[in-house]
């Protein structure tokens, strides 16, 4: 098959500025930035780990995201305990729930950006 990965995600925003440097800073993703051991950081791109990607379209009437929402991003993450805390502390609402984890798929976590998308941290089972 041609296709190799996701090679974006657009998404429109009221304050496109301001919300690209929430994502900097919070969470570390956006133009100008790599993920640890993912090469040379790039002006136009984020440089990311290779890794699972789960592409799944979702029934119009799903409730696991906001109705009024297109998409929710889904970030893989390590040390997500540590990434919850720094969000803690930056004031960021954080959601978790029991029956979104488990040992085949690992444990998962819940925020939102400031113009209210949601984004899903995926800390992978361990090895």
Not at 42 to 69: H, I, L, N, S
Not at 105 to 113: L, M, P, T, V, W
Request: net charge negative; proline share 6%; aromatic share 12%.
């Amino acid at each position: 098959m041609p296709v190799q990965g996701i090679g974006g995600l657009f998404f429109r925003a009221t304050d496109p500025e301001a919300l690209g440097e929430w994502y900097r800073e919070h969470l570390g993703v956006g133009a100008g930035l790599a993920a640890e051991d993912a090469g040379e950081a790039r002006e136009w791109c984020w440089m990311a780990q290779g890794g699972p990607v789960v592409f799944a379209p979702f029934k119009a009437d799903t409730d696991y995201f906001a109705a009024d929402k297109a998409f929710m991003l889904n970030l893989r993450v390590t040390a997500l305990d540590e990434m919850l805390e720094r969000l803690n502390a930056a004031g960021i609402a954080i959601e978790t729930r029991e029956e979104w984890d488990s040992p085949e798929a690992g444990r998962f976590a819940r925020i939102h950006d400031p113009e209210g998308n949601a984004i899903e941290l995926w800390e992978l089972p361990p090895q």
